[in-house]
């Protein structure tokens, strides 16, 4: 292969590896090819700066080319201005003007195969979240699908005692020794030739912030219910967060292998408390110890359920018969199977086929029954979400403009920030999902807050804390990238013309706290606070006085604080205190300090400011919010329980 070089001792940015030794051709004065036969009268010394088998990007590759009196190159020469390798030999001015029509021809060609490109693979992506009242088996669940998927070999249950295993959706030390989820997580897995993308978000409700952001980014919503409960405060809120986002949601009715309510009884519940229509895709063969199997709708068929070692078995052993079929007297008890045939006499009531256009407006709710540690009635549900769930689907800027997820122009959304999930590094990950076109390493992509311009060089796929180099990407993907403090929450990213999403909003917090620490741990007291503010684990706020420079903490719920204090520990080694202070209600003023000044002085409330210095108005109940609007109302103008990173 012969490679051009610039003019005599020029830089070179990259050379052409080649299997053994590699070589470098300087060009004459007029552009020539010096060929490999002259290589004994020239001088080529070729510096590399990388190790070839290293996987980490290469450092640039420097040539220096000699004359050919073998004399070194001068100085001068060195400093010429890098230009590019051309890998083919170039003669004449007429030649390289005739190769422009073939090249256009390839981008054109290119621009058609990237068309391609996309449409297949949007089409196999399917992207949703589990919405759940705590402690209903969502991280059970999620793990058991990882299973399916071939993601992770054996399954570590969620329990709060040292012989168990900590989940592998919950990387973070204190979700290992409660038992429960407290941050959000993506997962990716292929099932079938399709890639699933499963974002593991929070179930307590202190924490139900990080899961409304989370929704965000979901194309689908799995609700997951406790079979012996049935639908719970957490699931309520959840709920309408979904419902507000317009999301097809799917159901689960976990637990089987444990007392259950009637299955008539849940579905009474989901219509009574939200007003959403249920079609019951598969239904209980009993419940507790005599759970054995479940009817399936489309098929007409029962699956049979031979219970085996619960927890760590890949899949349960499953056989399917025909409703007809004489065995299943001799596998199902009597009483269990007449009223399996009662039950589906009553089920033909609720309708036959699933409106899947209704689905996907969220007007109606697929159902499944299912135990997800005994790990049965999870695959049904799989295979059954992979078909009807929603694809990427068209987003709406903020303009109110149509972005189909297959045109050619990238963009991104920002919607979750994680610091230090490599304890090893004081590392900042931004979550994105890709909303459009196709996502490359190496990218250059503008903020369009900032209007900054960024090049996504080291992108990862975050499979809890462990990670792995991504590629590309393409629509309903979510990818991780280092965060240099260019990404907030709700950040559009994109390529070509400016585009911005409607931006993400964060929750009225209803408990307030300053936290201290000892004056020698305050250097790494604020590089904590800055890595928990910047990932949105807790609103902070600060006092207008300026002798008093504790940061205010805002949170949902009382676990956000306690969560903050044991990361300021594990991660930064900092001992901190926690000065509770008696409001409950968060306004942002959306007129400005000017506003503020105006209205004078305001009984029983504390004006604050937040990380980007505009006016917060605390109260502590609604009373005193009603009073204060009442009397300076027209002064203050707009107060917004929510609030958005502003403009740049």
């Not at 407290?182 to 202190?206: K, M």
């Not at 694809?391 to 997820?405: I, W």
């Amino acid at each position: 292969m012969n490679i051009v070089l610039p003019s005599s001792g020029a830089r070179c940015p990259a050379v052409s590896m080649l299997p053994g030794a590699m070589r470098c051709l300087p060009s004459g004065p007029s552009g020539r090819v010096v060929s490999q036969r002259s290589l004994s009268s020239v001088h080529a010394r070729a510096v590399v700066h990388a190790n070839p088998c290293s996987t980490r990007r290469p450092h640039a590759v420097t040539c220096h080319a000699a004359t050919l009196d073998e004399s070194e190159p001068s100085t001068s020469a060195m400093e010429e201005p890098a230009a590019a390798v051309v890998v083919e030999e170039v003669s004449s001015t007429d030649e390289e003007e005739n190769s422009q029509a073939s090249k256009s021809a390839r981008r054109e060609q290119s621009a058609e195969e990237l068309a391609e490109e996309l449409l297949v693979e949007v089409a196999r992506r399917r992207n949703f979240a589990i919405i759940s009242h705590p402690d209903a088996g969502k991280t059970t669940l999620t793990e058991k699908l990882l299973l399916y998927g071939g993601a992770i070999q054996e399954a570590g249950e969620v329990k709060a005692r040292r012989a168990a295993k900590s989940a592998t959706s919950d990387w973070m030390e204190l979700e290992k020794q409660r038992g429960i989820s407290i941050s959000s997580t993506a997962l990716t897995f292929e099932y079938s030739g399709i890639q699933v993308n499963l974002l593991d978000t929070p179930g307590h409700q202190d924490f139900s912030e990080d899961t409304y952001r989370t929704l965000a980014a979901a194309d689908n919503a799995v609700m997951l219910v406790d079979g012996a409960k049935g639908i719970e405060p957490q699931t309520r809120k959840l709920f309408e967060v979904a419902r507000m986002r317009k999301l097809p949601i799917f159901t689960i009715v976990n637990k089987m292998d444990r007392p259950a309510l009637n299955g008539f009884d849940i579905i009474e519940q989901l219509e009574k408390e939200f007003g959403l229509p249920v079609y019951p895709v598969n239904w209980p063969i009993g419940s507790g110890d005599r759970f054995c199997g479940v009817y399936h709708r489309p098929t007409k068929k029962v699956v049979y359920y031979e219970k085996g070692e619960k927890g760590n078995s890949r899949a349960a052993k499953v056989t399917e018969y025909e409703l007809d079929d004489p065995i299943l007297s001799k596998l199902i008890e009597e009483d269990l199977l007449a009223q399996l045939f009662e039950d589906i006499d009553l089920l033909e009531v609720l309708g036959d086929e699933l409106d899947y256009e209704a689905v996907m407006r969220g007007e109606i709710t697929p159902m499944f029954f299912a135990s997800a540690q005994s790990n049965f009635g999870v695959e049904l549900f799989l295979k059954e979400f992979i078909d009807k769930a929603r694809r990427p689907a068209t987003a709406t800027t903020r303009a109110g403009d149509d972005l189909p997820p297959t045109s050619p122009q990238f963009t991104g959304l920002v919607f979750k920030l994680q610091a230090n999930m490599d304890p090893r590094h004081r590392d900042k990950i931004a979550y994105v999902r890709v909303v459009s076109g196709k996502f490359e390493k190496g990218m250059r992509v503008k903020v369009a807050r900032t209007g900054r311009v960024v090049t996504l060089a080291a992108p990862q796929r975050m499979f809890a804390n462990e990670r792995s180099t991504v590629l590309s990407g393409f629509a309903g993907d979510v990818i991780g990238l280092t965060n240099p403090g260019a990404f907030a929450i709700g950040d559009t990213l994109h390529t070509g013309s400016t585009v911005h999403f409607p931006p993400i909003p964060t929750f009225s917090p209803e408990l307030f706290a300053y936290i201290r620490c000892a004056p020698s741990q305050r250097k790494p007291f604020n590089k904590a606070i800055e890595g928990l503010l910047g990932e949105g684990a807790v609103q902070v706020l600060y006092s207008t006085d300026e002798y008093k420079t504790d940061p205010l903490l805002a949170a949902c719920g009382q676990l956000q604080f306690e969560v903050v204090q044991y990361r300021m520990k594990d991660e930064y080694g900092v001992d901190t205190t926690l000065d509770v202070i008696p409001f409950s209600i968060a306004r942002w003023v959306k007129n400005g300090w000017s506003a503020v000044e105006a209205a004078g002085r305001l009984f029983n409330t504390v004006a604050v400011k937040d990380c980007y210095g505009r006016p917060v108005l605390l109260f502590k109940n609604q009373y005193g919010l009603d009073a204060v609007v009442g009397e300076a109302g027209a002064k203050l103008g707009e107060l917004t329980p929510y609030s958005v990173p502003p403009e740049m």
